[in-house]
T-cell receptor, first 121, second 114 residues
Framework: GAVVSQHPSWVICKSGTSVKIECRSL??????MFWYRQFPKQSLMLMAT?????????EQGVEKDKFLINHASLTLSTLTVTSAHPEDSSFYIC?????????????????FGPGTRLTVL | GDSVTQMEGPVTLSEEAFLTINCTYT??????LFWYVQYPGEGLQLLLK?????DKGSNKGFEATYRKETTSFHLEKGSVQVSDSAVYFC?????????????FGKGTMLLVSP
């Protein structure tokens, strides 16, 4: 089945530093990847949609200058949390959407990475 | 807008009990419906899906039927195991979003005791 990896799985950093999280689709090409944030015991909140070769589309209320997204290839998207603060501490999950053969770009299923636990001190 | 409503948890069951987790949705058009499972400290795994009315998704003993008339996609399993303890998310992907994004319910925690 489709596998999505994230790296690192957890990271602790000091306030004010930047952290980069990688999301890779290991055995399929993903034109579109998604970044979510999950608070404890809550559902996933979509932060942004990342399309290969173009700018990410951010959801309302998500600061694009704080959460930089780059989707440089069909198998890799990165999320950089810039100047991180304690309130940015969270579980960040990415997903990658495959594409049904012969189907439109929007078709396919989202496969999720294992998540990255970010703790900002 | 689109929305998904799940029963609140936690759902606590003994091993081999029957499981039902209710899920209803509101969406324009004909959404695709999904159940995802999240084990502690991990990301989400697709459990099953259904893309049109009356479809039944099934996997690992779990199943759910897409009921358009009741706008529901309830998750069921005949005999749960301790290893099924996790949080279960119902989700939809709708034409209104170009099928490009998922709308999640709040999740239902399942706790299975030996």
């Amino acid at each position: 089945g489709a596998v999505v990896s994230q790296h690192p799985s957890w990271v602790i950093c000091k306030s004010g530093t930047s952290v980069k999280i990688e999301c890779r689709s290991l055995d399929f090409q993903a034109t579109t990847m998604f970044w979510y944030r999950q608070f404890p015991k809550q559902s996933l909140m979509l932060m942004a949609t990342s399309n290969e070769g173009s700018k990410a589309t951010y959801e309302q209320g998500v600061e694009k200058d704080k959460f930089l997204i780059n989707h440089a290839s069909l198998t890799l998207s990165t999320l950089t949390v810039t100047s991180a603060h304690p309130e940015d501490s969270s579980f960040y999950i990415c997903s990658a959407r495959d594409r049904l053969a012969g189907g439109p770009i929007q078709s396919g299923t989202q496969y999720f990475g294992p998540g990255t636990r970010l703790t900002v001190l | 807008g689109d929305s998904v409503t799940q029963m609140e948890g936690p759902v606590t069951l003994s091993e081999e009990a029957f499981l039902t987790i209710n899920c209803t949705y509101t969406a324009t058009g004909y959404p695709s419906l999904f159940w995802y499972v999240q084990y502690p400290g991990e990301g989400l795994q697709l459990l099953l899906k259904a893309t049109k009315a009356d479809d039944k998704g099934s996997n690992k003993g779990f199943e759910a039927t897409y009921r358009k008339e009741t706008t529901s996609f309830h998750l069921e399993k005949g005999s749960v195991q301790v290893s099924d303890s996790a949080v279960y998310f119902c989700a939809l992907s709708a034409l209104g979003s170009g099928y490009s994004t998922l709308t999640f319910g709040k999740g239902t925690m399942l706790l299975v005791s030996p």
